[in-house]
């Protein structure tokens, strides 16, 4: 099947039974309104039995009649919406595997069910500027709708302004039209939509998620806000690697990792059994991630590094081989992500992040674990002072290779303790105070600076395994020399701003 994805940009407003469109060439930039006709919509909307779907913001439903009939789903994207289609295949009423890869982090095991019926007579007007381009359409909607899960009906009248594709206009001037457009609609008649979703509406509303537990300051509170919020963010950048969107991977892979720094640091607050657990099953997560993630840098850095060499002093045969063998590494590791994403061992994982985050399990479980003021710093403090500690190792390591594991050691305990601040001030609006935010600018610059390090390490391996083998091809190998040279004078400077670093957190 051929998916397409597209930004839906619109506004939805409320309107009664008399109300007419009012004339909207007026506006600048708009030559004339396009009649567009009447259709009828027919769509069949779907999800889990306790509306997991509907609760993050996402739709699913299969579309028949108008210019865009098929499957349709629909996620969160800022202030606007993602749109995802897929053709229909035959008459089936049951959503074809492609589109359940889209929510399959929500679906797991699970089967979706059909929860609306939703037809609607959509009369539509096209704003076109004077080279003819669309600007906006104008929907004006008369939405009959039944809940299947109850058997309401309800009935309604809405009109939606869409923005329309093409050369996209520069922000503010699209800003611009979109309020003009506003301004007349609601001149007319109109007011803003109660509901931006037209299934929420047929059922009745948007389910809400489940409060937090826990006395507002204590340690529950705070840490069970913190724990869902990069939970959220794990789910929703699930299907953003699914449709290999750019960056997806690694900030998946930021978000499991986020989870086991703050399962780390936190330990001593959480009862061990599950929190030991859930790390376990997270790092199982992180292995192929990695790995993928890896394969996605080493391109990169293919690119920069060579972009970064005189005109023609890399032969094109070098590049060839660089880029061929890092393209098939990082697909290996991506069709292997893919596996791991549809396997029972993260459907697992993800039902146990679900109920570890329902009620964070905290030691004795009394008084909600105290105030999250006087104990959750001390915990920041420990995974500091381990850093410092593993910071001092590798200064003193003596073999170049015994100080390359344990700078990277100090890279990772460093994200850790970056990680764990920041997922909680970022989620609860918790505020460690002066000296741990101190902490954390170092943490991050640390690891800025071994990242560095570390990729250039990586990426001179990755050399000798290319000359190895362009050397067994027959081909001339040099190339591959002047670069790996060229990565100690990157790995000395980071060496340099490692130690600077480290002794300001110390």
């Known amino acids: ?113 059909p929860v609306a019926r939703i037809t609607t007579t959509r009369t539509i007007t096209t704003l076109v500027d004077a080279a003819g381009t669309p600007l906006i359409e104008i929907s004006d909607d008369v939405v009959d709708a039944e809940d299947l899960t109850t058997g309401v009906e309800r009935s309604w009248r809405e009109w939606e302004a869409e923005v329309q594709g093409g050369e996209p206009a520069p ?14 609609l609601l001149n007319a008649g109109a007011a803003p939509a109660a509901s931006t979703s037209k299934l929420a509406r047929a059922m009745g509303g948007q389910p809400q998620l489940a409060p937090v537990h826990g006395k507002p ?73 990695s790995a993928a993630r890896d394969a996605e840098v080493m391109q990169a850095l293919i690119v920069t590094r060579i972009a970064n060499r ?59 674990g105290g105030k999250a003021a006087t104990n959750l710093p001390p915990a920041v403090n420990r995974q500091q002072e381990i850093v410092v500690k593993s910071a001092q190792r590798a200064s003193r390591a003596s073999d170049l290779d015994s100080q390359l594991e344990l700078l990277h050691e100090v890279r990772k305990r460093s994200k850790r303790l970056r990680y764990a601040i920041r997922s909680v001030e970022g989620a609860s609006g918790f505020a460690f105070g002066g000296q741990v935010g101190k902490s954390m600018k170092s943490s991050e610059k640390i690891q ?19 000359s190895r083998a362009a050397r067994r091809a027959g081909e001339n190998t040099y190339a591959y020399g002047v670069l790996h040279e060229a990565e100690n004078s990157i790995q000395a400077d ?5 130690r600077k670093s480290i002794r300001k957190l110390s």
């Open 310 to 368: 005189p005109p023609g002093s890399i032969p094109r045969h070098v590049m060839r081989r660089l880029d061929k063998s890092s393209a098939a590494r990082y697909q290996k590791a991506y069709s292997a992500v893919l596996r791991d994403l549809n396997s029972a061992e993260y459907f697992a994982t993800l039902d146990a992040l679900d109920e570890f985050t329902a009620r964070v399990p905290l030691k004795g479980e009394k008084n909600n």
């Open 217 to 289: 300051g204590s340690v529950r509170n705070v840490l069970t806000a913190s724990f869902r919020q990069v939970a959220a963010e794990l789910v929703a950048w699930d299907p953003r690697v699914r449709r290999h969107e750019a960056g997806s991977l690694h900030q998946l892979r930021v978000k499991a990792r986020t989870l086991r720094s703050m399962l780390k640091t936190y330990r001593p607050l959480l009862e061990g059994g599950p929190a030991g657990e859930l790390e376990g099953q997270l790092k199982s997560l992180g292995r192929n991630l």
């Open 494 to 498: 980071a060496e340099r701003k490692f």
């Open 1 to 113: 099947m051929t998916r397409t994805e597209s930004l839906e940009i619109e506004r939805k407003y409320d309107v009664g039974t008399h109300e007419v469109v009012p004339d909207l060439t007026g506006i600048t930039g708009v030559a004339s309104a396009d009649d567009g006709g009447t259709v009828v919509l027919e769509a069949l909307y779907f999800d889990l039995p306790d509306r997991s779907l509907l609760r993050h913001g996402i739709t699913l439903r299969r579309r028949r009649g108008g210019k865009d009939e098929g499957w349709h789903t629909k996620f969160p994207a800022d202030a606007d919406r993602l749109e995802v289609q897929v053709p229909l295949s035959g008459t089936g009423d049951t959503p074809p595997s492609e589109v359940l890869d889209l929510v399959r982090v929500h679906v797991r095991n699970s089967a979706l069910e």
């Open 171 to 184: 922000d503010d001037a699209r800003q611009a039209l979109v309020d003009a457009v506003e301004h007349s």
């Open 448 to 466: 800025d600076i071994l990242g560095t390090h570390r990729d250039s390490v990586l990426f001179q391996e990755y050399l000798l395994k290319a």
